[in-house]
């Protein structure tokens, strides 16, 4: 039987501050032919490969700032985030926790360093994914997902091998506790070296693997070492990894949402029209209050 193969390796490209508390690397959209109609429904993967941030008293981080149409999900691997929307949902994303913001028709965001994390300051890793809505989806109330990583749900390699935190979607017989609007499976292998772990989903869903700790093979053939990213080619539906060192990997993988999109920074809606009424709400006050 076929296996899906590896279409592109992506290395971390040069990375940019987001606000003063996050250095993120780039990968959806960009030069790697990844676009948001390619990766469909990933529309922005940001990666904060292990950076170490001095202490500080202020909190770094991004103030006050709108979206609309989309879903961010925020998966902390080394720090604390601190999260407040103008919907009413908040709270800290500790070590291995996921945030799952809906923001539907339109919130006011902003997230920090946690406090006590910052005045300590240390190693700061996370991931912010984007997940578009479907133009029904769009029209939805604002609301927020918090999952512990100590509720996570998860599948456990034979043999003492690794697991699988399932975050949304469905590995083996385990589901995921994050609820989505459409099919997305978002899961964090952890695999001890020399582990192998098989995975299958429909060939036409967009699949990618982000290494974050280690390095794997694809396949038996497909080398992909720490903070690369492979994209998956729509060939076939299964695969396997097998780690070369104690490894974790982000594997994410969705069923395209197959809508025009028409995206202008912190708002992603389906016509050109919608942008400029996006505008117009946000500057209308129409999102809601949050402090800075």
Not at 39 to 44: A, C, E, W
């Amino acid at each position: 039987m076929e296996a899906r193969k590896v279409e592109l390796v992506a290395s971390p490209r040069e990375p940019h501050f987001v606000g003063d508390g996050f250095r993120v690397h780039n990968f959806i959209p960009s030069g790697y032919r990844m676009d948001m109609q390619r990766m469909s429904p990933f529309i922005m993967l940001d990666y904060n490969s292990k950076y170490y941030f001095e202490p500080s008293e202020i909190p770094k981080g991004v103030g006050v700032h709108p979206h609309k149409g989309f879903e961010t999900v925020t998966i902390a691997y080394k720090g604390k985030v601190e999260h407040h929307d103008s919907s009413g949902g908040g709270g800290v994303i500790g070590e291995g926790d996921v945030q799952w913001m809906t923001a539907g028709n339109g919130v006011l965001h902003k997230e920090f360093h946690e406090s006590e994390w910052s005045k300590k300051g240390g190693i700061f890793q996370m991931v912010q994914l984007w997940v578009n809505l479907t133009a029904k989806d769009k029209k939805s109330s604002p609301k927020y997902q918090s999952i512990e990583n100590a509720q996570m749900k998860r599948f456990y390699l034979p043999d003492n091998q690794g697991e699988i935190e399932v975050i949304a979607g469905k590995y083996q017989d385990v589901n995921g506790s994050a609820s989505t609007f459409t099919p997305v499976h978002l899961m964090n292998a952890k695999l001890k070296k020399g582990a192998n772990a098989s995975f299958s989903f429909p060939a036409h869903y967009n699949t990618a693997l982000l290494v974050i700790e280690g390095s794997i093979t694809v396949n038996s053939s497909e080398s992909v070492p720490t903070d690369h990213l492979a994209l998956m080619s729509n060939n076939a539906d299964d695969f396997t990894i097998q780690a070369t060192e104690d490894t974790i990997v982000l594997v994410l993988s969705g069923e395209p949402i197959n809508e025009p999109i028409a995206a202008h920074g912190p708002f992603v809606m389906n016509t050109r029209q919608e942008l400029i009424q996006a505008f117009e709400e946000f500057n209308q006050g129409k999102f809601g209050y949050l402090a800075d």
